[in-house]
């Protein structure tokens, strides 16, 4: 598996899967399977509440703890500097680990005022090497200002919602400026109807490879991190097709044209996860 080197130093596999809507059930299985087709990182949440089925699915796949990449995200019910060293805690105990690869603050939630308190949590974990390295999500480049001017430490991922049709460009330019690495969440564009977009469609039809395929090759080669749920083993082995092809300049112009402003669309400003 091709992999991005964080700012940090530590090195991360270009693409992953994601977790969210998974049970544990579905989430033991589908880690598992995943990782046996050769998928190293995997992606989940506290709030995804399948941390403990996607721990059983690594120790599942048989595979070194050590060749694979776990993240997970603190819930906004948990920021501050106590409230992170507490939901870190559980959230090793639920997955049996005693490290995270990554661990990323889920959203800012500026109302509760204390993303900057959570983040000098984080900093202290990857001191102790709780977690190796540490993220936010949702954050916007004034959030990350913030946690930088308070801490002098730069996010090393921002997890934002990033697909074709909502391309975030500014946003995604703001964290490549910064040499923080942009994972997509929702690189599929679920609930849009992005998957039956003609033009995709010609162009997966030219490389000879699906819509799916292509969006995800369109993120990889803008190097962007996308990290795709399914709990197909199918559909898994199809997104993990993206490394040995190229899509040319126009292709990647052509899509890139296909910006709608649709997606999901939470502004990070008023969203509260919590
Ligand atoms: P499934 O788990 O049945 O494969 P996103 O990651 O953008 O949120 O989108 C994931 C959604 O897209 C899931 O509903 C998943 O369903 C579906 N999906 C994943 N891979 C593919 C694919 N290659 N082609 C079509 N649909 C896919």
Same mark, same amino acid.
């Given at each position: 598996?091709?992999?991005?080197?964080?700012?940090?130093?530590? @090195?991360?596999?270009?693409?992953?899967? *994601? &977790?969210? =809507?998974?049970?544990?059930?579905?989430?033991?299985?589908?880690?598992?399977?995943?990782?046996?087709?050769?998928?190293?990182? !995997?992606?989940?949440?506290?709030?995804?509440?399948?941390?403990? +089925?996607? +721990?059983?699915?690594?120790?599942?796949?048989?595979?070194?703890?050590?060749? #694979?990449?776990?993240?997970?995200?603190?819930?906004?019910?948990?920021?501050?500097? @106590?409230?992170?060293?507490?939901? #870190? @805690? *559980?959230?090793?105990?639920?997955?049996?680990?005693?490290?995270?690869?990554?661990?990323? #603050?889920?959203? /800012?939630?500026?109302?509760?005022?204390?993303?900057?308190? &959570?983040?000098?949590?984080?900093?202290?974990?990857? @001191?102790?090497?709780?977690?190796?390295?540490? +993220?936010?999500?949702?954050?916007?480049?004034?959030?990350?200002?913030?946690?930088?001017?308070?801490? *002098?430490?730069? =996010?090393?991922?921002?997890? !934002?919602?990033?697909? /074709?049709?909502?391309?975030?460009?500014?946003?995604?330019?703001?964290? &490549?400026?910064?040499?923080?690495?942009?994972?997509?969440?929702?690189?599929?564009?679920?609930?849009?109807? %992005?998957?039956?977009?003609?033009?995709?469609? +010609?162009?997966?039809?030219? $490389?000879?490879?699906?819509?799916?395929?292509? #969006?995800?090759?369109?993120? $990889?080669?803008?190097?962007?991190?996308?990290?795709?749920?399914?709990?197909?083993?199918?559909?898994?082995?199809?997104?993990?097709?993206?490394?040995?092809?190229?899509?040319?300049?126009?292709? %990647?112009?052509?899509?890139?044209?296909?910006?709608?402003? $649709?997606?999901?669309?939470?502004?990070?400003? &008023?969203?509260?996860?919590?």
């Amino acid at each position: 598996m091709n992999k991005h080197t964080l700012r940090d130093g530590n @090195e991360i596999p270009q693409l992953g899967l *994601g &977790t969210y =809507p998974m049970t544990d059930a579905q989430a033991e299985v589908a880690v598992s399977e995943a990782i046996v087709r050769g998928y190293r990182l !995997i992606d989940t949440a506290v709030n995804y509440e399948n941390e403990t +089925g996607v +721990g059983r699915g690594v120790l599942r796949s048989g595979t070194d703890r050590g060749d #694979i990449f776990v993240q997970s995200k603190l819930p906004g019910r948990d920021h501050g500097y @106590e409230g992170a060293m507490r939901s #870190i @805690e *559980g959230t090793l105990e639920r997955m049996g680990l005693d490290y995270l690869d990554a661990y990323l #603050i889920h959203w /800012p939630n500026p109302s509760q005022n204390l993303y900057v308190d &959570t983040w000098r949590a984080l900093i202290k974990l990857q @001191e102790e090497g709780t977690v190796k390295s540490i +993220g936010v999500s949702n954050f916007l480049p004034e959030h990350i200002d913030r946690l930088v001017e308070e801490t *002098g430490v730069t =996010p090393a991922i921002n997890q !934002i919602e990033l697909h /074709p049709y909502s391309q975030k460009k500014d946003w995604a330019a703001y964290n &490549t400026d910064h040499a923080i690495l942009t994972q997509c969440w929702s690189p599929l564009g679920r609930k849009t109807d %992005m998957l039956k977009n003609a033009v995709l469609a +010609g162009i997966a039809a030219e $490389v000879g490879k699906s819509v799916a395929q292509v #969006i995800l090759r369109w993120e $990889v080669q803008n190097s962007y991190l996308p990290i795709p749920k399914s709990s197909n083993t199918e559909r898994m082995e199809a997104n993990l097709d993206v490394f040995n092809w190229e899509l040319t300049d126009d292709q %990647m112009d052509a899509i890139t044209a296909l910006e709608a402003g $649709v997606g999901r669309g939470f502004d990070p400003n &008023t969203h509260e996860e919590m």
